[in-house]
Structures are given as structure tokens and as C-alpha cells.
């Protein structure tokens, strides 16, 4: 059974910094690529920031450009989201992913294997 553990919310002033944590039991963590999506109240799931298998390609939405990185250790079957300059309307439940296959995605419905979300509040 496969399970993704998400780690690393909580609450945070505006321009403060967090890194989430998500880790991989289960399957071969080394040949998935894995995503980071969040959900704010009222709004549908959103792309944040996706990784290839190896960690050599990544991607990320234009609304956190710059300011998130993702991140990924195999040895430690855990990726990693660190959010810096963090804004208000960044508070979401964020929820990483894995996909069976290597390349990165930024669509939700390529996506398998999801955690059960973290929630992030940053207050103005």
C-alpha cells in the first residue's frame, strides 16, 4: 500500500518561511515523479511545483516562482517543498503526489498516489 505523509505546516506571518516534507512508503520512490498541489477554501486544487524522478528537472506555477523550490532526496524517499517570502494568499491544504511514471507533471489527473495535506496559514 502506498502512503505519502506530509509534514511541515502550520501557521506563519506574511515574508516567513516554511518547508514541507513528504514521505514515500510503499513503492519505489526513486522512479516517480512527484508534485506539489495546494487547495484554499472555496477554490479548486491547484499546481504548485513538480520534480522529475531524478530531481534534474522541476517546474513551478508563475504565482510561486522565485519564491518556492522543490526539492528531493531518493536516499531518504522524501521530496520537499521550502516556501519562502510566503504571502496570505498562500494558505491552502497542500498535498503532494506521485505519478508512476519519471517525467513531471503540472496536470492533477496524472498524478496517482496523494498525501492526506497539510495546512499552511500565513496571516497578514
Known amino acids: 500500500q502506498v502512503q505519502l505523509v506530509e509534514s511541515g505546516g502550520g501557521l506563519v506571518q506574511a515574508g516567513g518561511s516554511l518547508r514541507l516534507s513528504c514521505a514515500v512508503s510503499g513503492r519505489t520512490f526513486s522512479t516517480s515523479a512527484m508534485g506539489w498541489f495546494r487547495q484554499a477554501p472555496g477554490k479548486e486544487r491547484e499546481f504548485v511545483a513538480a520534480?522529475?524522478?531524478?530531481?534534474?528537472?522541476?517546474r513551478a506555477a508563475d504565482s510561486v516562482k522565485g519564491r518556492f523550490t522543490i526539492s528531493r532526496d531518493n536516499a531518504k524517499n522524501t521530496v520537499y517543498l521550502q516556501m519562502n517570502s510566503l504571502k496570505p494568499e498562500d494558505t491552502a491544504v497542500y498535498y503532494c503526489?506521485?505519478?508512476?511514471?519519471?517525467?513531471?507533471?503540472?496536470?492533477?489527473?496524472?498524478?496517482?498516489?496523494w498525501g492526506q495535506g497539510t495546512q499552511v496559514t500565513v496571516s497578514s
Open positions: 520534480i522529475s524522478w531524478s530531481g534534474g528537472s522541476t
Open positions: 503526489a506521485a505519478r508512476d511514471k519519471l517525467g513531471s507533471s503540472t496536470i492533477i489527473n496524472d498524478y496517482r498516489y
